[in-house]
């Protein structure tokens, strides 16, 4: 008798989004192997060569702090945020965005306050730059960085990467977040560059687990803006992933934004992110992302000038 035949049949996919592959025998095999090789998806059967395996995307979520008023950028920030400047023909927020998105963040919460209705005016949604966008508004009286972001936690997920309003870096945005979920030992994961000073003043000092080089194992040891010690040779790079937890525990709630505005009026306000960044690595809870690439930024005409000039450039083949 010739040797029977096989084929692979797609079994439907379960619950997890995951379809199987099955084997069964033609000719005397079974009636219900029969069944199937007569029925008329019988050739789209027999050409199956191996499972389709698609599993849930897996979410990454930034959060962009885009309230502040500019001050460097005026006049051009009195009716313009920050955000809105156009950098290399397009609005900054657009590049930013997109680069977010490039490296896998595409669920983005806006902290918006000054001239922010204009931002989010142009963003919507985010859908035409590839992202889901949330808003989260101070309201009239400034909060600050870190009112800004206890304000937007009951927006935030577990984890998530902070980073700023004018900040392009041109870096893989989501291997701070990926550090911090694999590592229990911490509680933030802090973008830094090897800047000694050229672009903005170094505001990092970095301890190298055992005396390692290594830039997976090199954790924050100081965080301090304004100082003038040489020993600070990083800088803060503008991305930080945390855990919603330590955010939560470094700024309690306020009863209402409100509270919040009046608490800041009367010089009592939130703490700055930086606050919060700050006492994490003083208990060795904030390790180091290193990145190997400048920043840009726009906070400065001459930051725009640059990274307008950058875009501009095509990139080297």
Known sequence: MAQAKRWRAEIPGDAWGVK???????????????RIAASPAAPVLKRARFAI?????????????AGGLATRMRPHTLTVPKSMLEVAGRPFVDWQIERLVASGLRDIVMCIAHLGERIRDH?????????????????????????????????????????YGDSYLPFDYGEPLRMLEAHSDCDGVMAVFKNEGKWDPSNVVLDRQD???????????????????PAFDHIDYGATALRRSALAAALPA???????????????????????????????RLRACVAH?????????????????????????
């Open 20 to 34: 199987h592959r099955g084997r069964a025998r033609q000719g005397g095999a079974s009636r219900r192997a029969r």
């Open 293 to 317: 690439a400048r920043f840009f930024e726009i906070g400065s005409p001459e930051g725009l000038a640059e990274l307008d000039r950058h875009l501009r450039t095509p990139p080297a083949s």
């Open 123 to 163: 963003v919507g949604d985010g859908a035409q730059l590839g992202a889901r966008v949330v808003w989260s508004e101070e309201g009239p009286a400034l909060l600050g960085t870190g009112g800004a972001l206890r304000v937007a936690l009951p927006l935030l997920g577990e984890t998530f990467l902070v980073t």
């Open 53 to 65: 395996v698609t599993r849930p995307e897996r979410k990454m979520q930034a959060v962009v702090l």
């Open 211 to 229: 005396g390692h080089d290594r830039d997976d194992e090199a954790w924050v040891l100081r965080y301090e803006k304004g100082s003038k010690d």
């Open 254 to 284: 306020a009863t209402s934004q409100a509270s919040q505005a009046s608490q800041a009026s009367q010089g009592g306000g939130a703490a700055g992110f930086d606050a919060v960044q700050r006492d994490l690595a003083s208990r060795k």
